[in-house]
């Protein structure tokens, strides 16, 4: 007897369904249609290149100015002259090199990468269109300009949104906001006061003169009394002083009489190895008429290096040292008294009590 024959709809004979073949089909038409849409996309924002493409293309060696602009902040210029970095907004003061040379690796190092968007509506939302930014840092060499780079709002910790002046596309860059920060104090070289201590072979105060050893093992005393000794762990101590001074902020160039460099409170002299002499001078800031009480217990101190054009405020801390490295500070204390062996009145026996007058009585 032969079986009827029956429609399967596509089973196969073991009774599993059969797997429709629209299903890769589709599959693989989504993944045409997304890669698609990424090379649009990349392509709408000249990103041809590969992924590890510079967002900025210039040469480092060419850079001779940077130029930062905040929204609502004075805008900062650096400029390489005579082979270093100064601020140009702060008369030409020397800049950190570090901090310029390591901005510089950072923006060298931004890629083209995945973008954020690529539209001119996101460029306003991102803030880094060419007239709604957040921030901009140009790149030049001279008076050309080599590279733009819009910086837009914070994307994350030390992150923000980024544009090149020449794409459209918007990326996420490794950009916090004291890189780029606009604030003079922020790129000033520490470190200009600094000498080497064992350049420094003469200090001269208004009290005591030192000079370095022969053998540059410790201090000489210039001019010393009979019993005077020099406390070398205190000279040492003076000698580092000067030879790492610091500031907080460079007050600019232009003398003034508040900064009351007229009436010194104290000045110095160091002697170096090469020959040069290098003059200081400190003083303390004139109380204007206006101050408070409060604000004058509080005292404010300028330092000018002779030769040099700026004028500097120095931390209190580091001044009020300064004043008082007297002669006296930098002696060993002399024994105290009966030190030798001489008596003092404490060893001295307690003098005799003087014998009481006896009373009158009737007898005397």
Known sequence: MTEPVTADHGRPRDGRPRPSPTVPILALVLALQLG????????????????????????????????????????????????????????????????????????????????????????????????????????GQGEETLATLYLG???????????????????????????????????VDRAWLHQDLRDIQRIELPEVTLAR???????????????????????????????????????????????GQDTPVVEWRLALASGE??????????????????????????LKVAEEPYFLELPTYAAERLIGATRASLLVPPPAAGGDGASTTADDPAPEPEAAEAPATETD
Do not use: C, M, N
Request: no cysteine.
């Open 36 to 139: 698609l849409a990424l090379v649009l996309s990349l392509g709408r924002g000249g990103l041809t290149a590969s992924p590890e493409t510079p967002l900025l293309a210039f040469e480092r060696t060419a850079i001779d100015r940077l130029h930062i602009e905040h929204t609502g902040a004075e805008p900062l210029t650096l400029e390489r002259r005579d082979g270093r970095w100064v601020i140009a907004d702060l008369e030409g003061f020397p800049a950190a090199e570090a901090k310029v040379d390591g901005l510089i690796e950072q923006l060298a190092g931004l890629r083209k990468r995945l973008p954020v968007a690529t539209s001119a509506e996101a460029q306003g939302r991102f803030k880094v269109a060419d007239e709604g930014f957040e921030g901009r840092l140009q790149i």
């Open 153 to 187: 709002d914070a994307a994350g910790f030390r992150r923000r949104y980024v544009r090149a002046g020449d794409d459209t596309a918007i990326y996420e860059a490794d950009l916090g906001p004291a890189d780029t920060t606009t604030r003079a104090d922020d790129w």
């Open 213 to 259: 050893a022969e053998d540059g093992d410790g201090w000489l005393l210039g001019e010393a009394s009979d019993g005077e000794q020099l406390d070398q762990r205190a000279a040492e101590d003076l000698a580092s002083e000067l030879a790492l001074l610091t500031f907080t902020r460079v007050l600019g160039t232009e003398p003034k009489a508040e900064y």
């Open 277 to 302: 002499t290098v003059g200081y001078r400190l003083s303390r800031f004139a109380k204007p008429d206006e101050q408070t009480e409060a604000d004058a217990a509080q005292a404010r101190y300028v």
